[in-house]
């Protein structure tokens, strides 16, 4: 149950998603990765130990566990800063990602360091006329999230890293949200 040379188990993988189902966070691929790893190593560590997998989730879930520990490092900590100038770097990165043919989204720059992104057909209706556009977030202490473009709406984490690559996954996160491929994770 441990990671592998190509990354960890599917077993811990699948443990780790699950613990992410419902949670209002969404997670870049990598950072479920890293989880799953940290997830995979810590069976191991209790298998050399005679405790099994299934033996972990009696007290706690050590997979939603991994998931925090890990997605901890990519949302808002004090202990992150970057400069204006990094911040705007990452948001121009991200209108990139967004706006490639790839991702094929509409994105253009919103105040300070939010992006807007038009909604689609398929968006989750939001704003007092339910047609409000997605607004993503870059902070300078760390962290990204997703919200409707309207006052008062629920603003959702993205646990990714800050980085051009991370962009890139935080990009393909608000596509599956703007095409409802997520449901509304703003109603969890």
Not at 60 to 69: D, N, P, T, Y
Not at 137 to 149: E, F, H, K, L, T
Request: aromatic share 6%.
């Amino acid at each position: 149950m441990s990671t592998t040379d190509t990354g960890p188990s599917t077993a811990a993988y699948a443990a780790v998603e699950k613990a992410a189902t419902g949670l209002r966070t969404l997670y870049a691929p990598s950072v479920l990765d890293e989880a799953a790893a940290l997830l995979g190593d810590l069976w191991a560590a209790g298998e050399r130990h005679g405790v099994t997998p299934k033996e972990w989730d009696w007290a706690v879930s050590l997979a939603g566990g991994a998931l925090e520990v890990i997605a901890s490092r990519y949302t808002r900590t004090p202990d992150t800063e970057r400069t204006g100038e990094e911040v705007f770097a990452l948001r121009h990165d991200l209108i990139e990602a967004l706006t490639s043919a790839e991702i094929g989204l509409s994105a253009r720059t919103g105040s300070r360091t939010m992006t807007v992104v038009d909604r689609l057909p398929e968006t989750p209706r939001g704003g007092y006329h339910g047609d409000a556009s997605l607004v993503v977030g870059i902070y300078s202490n760390g962290g990204w999230d997703i919200s409707m473009n309207a006052d008062g709406a629920t603003v959702v984490s993205i646990a990714a890293p800050a980085t051009k690559a991370g962009a890139a996954e935080v990009a393909a996160l608000v596509r599956a949200v703007a095409r409802g491929e997520l449901g509304n994770p703003f109603r969890r």
